[in-house]
């Protein structure tokens, strides 16, 4: 299973544009790319998955190069309420007998 | 909408008593795991199931058993509990035949257990 690093804190004013980037140098082939946002005293949540170059949707988007040796979660014009602790999380999404190991995660701080 | 529920939000138990965490799913799926959180050290991965009566050790499984008897139930066992297992135990599960498959996790809300 890929490991994955990422920068322990983080942190940004209301309004601005935040980039978190997670590596992940042994990638599998068949590895996607899930993050997660977790909020105090709440379990994570899905916010986005990519296998590889950008992907979009309502909340971020997801940047994947193409050796696949990292990612970068886009979080657009961050406000108070993004403040959370977010992580990513690399697996076979076709192998459900795996055993899904997150890192420590990025403590994201937005500013006022 | 899916729902990961936990059966117990908050529990205080002493040195030495069974504890039981119940964890149930109304998604139907295959895959159902415990993790613990602690401060500073992110989530890690107790136990993790892939199918009814099939279990297999995560990364901290010394201290901690599971049974999954149901599909939908998960239930995470501490035969004895220690203080060191004071933490933030959080349940969740996943299916390979959803949108984006297996390692999207539903998480429930988490139990707080803290052993005197």
Redesign the interface.
């Known amino acids: 299973l890929a490991k994955t690093t990422q920068p322990i804190s983080m942190d940004s004013y209301e309004g601005q544009e935040v980039n978190i980037t997670c590596s992940h140098n042994n990638i599998a082939t068949n590895d996607y790319i899930t993050w997660y946002q977790q909020f105090p005293s709440q379990g994570p949540r899905f916010i986005i998955q990519g296998y590889k170059t950008k992907v979009t949707n309502e909340v971020a988007s997801l940047f994947i190069p193409a050796d696949r040796k990292s990612s970068t979660l886009s979080l657009p014009r961050v406000s108070l309420s993004d403040t959370a602790v977010y992580y990513c999380l690399v697996g076979d999404s076709n192998f459900g007998n795996e055993k899904l190991t997150f890192g420590t995660g990025t403590r994201l701080t937005i500013i006022p | 909408d899916v729902k ?1 529920t936990q059966s117990s939000r908050y529990l205080v138990k002493r040195t030495g008593e069974k504890v039981f965490l119940e964890c149930v799913q109304d998604m139907d799926h ?2 159902m ?1 415990w ?1 613990r959180q602690d401060p ?6 107790i136990y ?1 199931s ?1 199918d009814v009566k099939m279990k ?1 050790k ?2 901290i499984p010394e201290g901690y058993s599971v049974s999954r008897e149901k599909k939908e139930r998960f239930s995470l066992i501490l035969e004895s509990a220690s203080t060191n297992q004071t933490s933030m135990y ?1 349940c ?1 599960s ?3 035949r959803g949108s ?11 139990s707080r257990l803290t052993v005197l």
């Open positions: 990961v295959e895959n795991f993790y500073g050290l992110g989530l890690r991965l993790f892939y297999e995560g990364d959080l969740a996943s299916s390979v984006y498959g297996a390692n999207v996790l539903t998480f429930g809300a988490g």
